[in-house]
């Protein structure tokens, strides 16, 4: 899809583009061989990540769903099962990987706001049995996006990780926005996400660089998961050229979050005003929104066509659902004329109805 240079682009935060200071320092980035552990600016970032998280390592990955892969592997074995949301991203949208490439099918619950509990883990858990497969690992996702953007309370988060290692199970977090859960609860990642044995986070979304995500681990795990990259095709050169741009969106990225989830918050509000469209402001923590469009009439795939033929851009997840997200390269004015545009669009197919 094409978008004009005035367009509203709501479709995801992967869509934001490097600033110009990230630029100059892709252009200027010290470079070397990152296979041979060469790239001093890949290096530097690297011992950013584990120490911004409190870890012994961390690696450099071209995507998340490269990193999210990497760890279900490390932690697995063929013909186990992982556990994770109904809704979580490793199920539905990493092309089948964990069963392609570990070998493990999915054990799926369902949980209110993606927030997977003690219990629900629980219920699904399954030591060693001669009728059953054995779980391999939990799968955490935080903030979860298809539940909105949903911050698990830390209180709940801890308790699945102590009582999941009490059962001699390893826990790794999809932690893709764990900076916005950071910013909006005022806690540190470190804090957040100490009690997970790998966590996985998007340099790409909301922090604003153009490519690339960490997984952080222990010094050991980390060095496995360097074996599993290159096995994936992920073994990159002279990738401090990304590294640069990622430096600075790890600096300076997570201080912007606050206004983007204040502009989500303001979209919601006014979203909740339009007939036809479902959603719940107050349960708008971050940069997510996901609306029931059932009762405009349409299916999300045709109020995304009209949104977009005014230049507003969006998701559909499902016939009744869309998605809108914020981040850096849409402002709060934008997010106001994008509110009257869906109100006309919506209101217009209300007349004709
Ligand atoms: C975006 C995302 C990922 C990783 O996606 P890539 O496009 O592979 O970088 C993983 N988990 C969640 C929850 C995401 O939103």
Not at 108 to 119: F, K, M, N, R, Y
Not at 173 to 188: C, M, Q, T, Y
Not at 270 to 275: D, E, R, V
Not at 327 to 338: K, P, T, Y
């Amino acid at each position: 899809m094409h978008l004009s240079a005035t367009g509203i682009d709501l479709r995801s935060d992967t869509v934001t583009k490097p600033s110009p200071e990230m630029r100059r320092a892709m252009f200027e980035a010290e470079v070397g061989d990152d296979v041979y552990g060469e790239d001093p600016t890949i290096n530097r970032l690297e011992a950013m990540a584990a120490a911004i998280f409190g870890r012994e390592a961390a690696l450099f990955v071209p995507s998340g769903t490269m990193g999210n892969q990497i760890a279900i592997k490390l932690h697995t074995h063929h013909g186990q099962e992982v556990i994770c949301e109904e809704r979580g991203h490793v199920f539905n949208y990493e092309m089948a990987m964990m069963a392609h490439f570990s070998g493990v099918v999915p054990r799926t619950v369902w949980a209110e706001d993606g927030i997977l509990t003690w219990q629900h883990v629980q219920s699904k858990l399954k030591t060693k049995s001669y009728h059953a497969a054995k779980t391999g690992l939990v799968t955490l996702e935080n903030t979860h996006n298809m539940a909105g953007g949903a911050i698990t309370p830390p209180g709940i988060f801890n308790e699945v990780c102590d009582q999941v290692h009490a059962a001699g199970l390893p826990v790794h977090l999809d932690g893709a926005r764990i900076f916005n859960a950071s910013v909006a609860l005022g806690i540190p990642v470190a804090q957040l996400t100490a009690k997970a044995d790998t966590v996985m986070f998007c340099l790409s979304k909301g922090l604003g660089a153009p490519v690339g995500s960490l997984l952080v681990g222990s010094a050991e795990l980390m060095d496995r998961g360097r074996i599993y990259r290159k096995a994936l095709g992920g073994g990159m050169r002279q990738a401090g050229i990304l590294a640069a741009a990622g430096l600075i969106a790890l600096q300076q990225g997570p201080q912007k979050l606050k206004q983007d989830h204040a502009n989500a918050r303001l979209l919601a509000e006014g979203l909740a005003q339009i007939p036809g469209i479902k959603i719940d402001p107050s349960k708008v923590q971050t940069n997510i929104l996901i609306c029931d469009i059932s009762g405009t009439g349409i299916t999300s795939t045709e109020l995304s066509r009209k949104l977009a033929q005014r230049n507003v851009l969006a998701n559909g997840v499902s016939p009744q659902i869309i998605r809108f997200v914020t981040h850096l390269d849409v402002s709060r004015e934008q997010c106001e004329q994008a509110l009257d545009i869906i109100a006309s669009t919506c209101g217009a197919q209300a007349q004709r109805a």
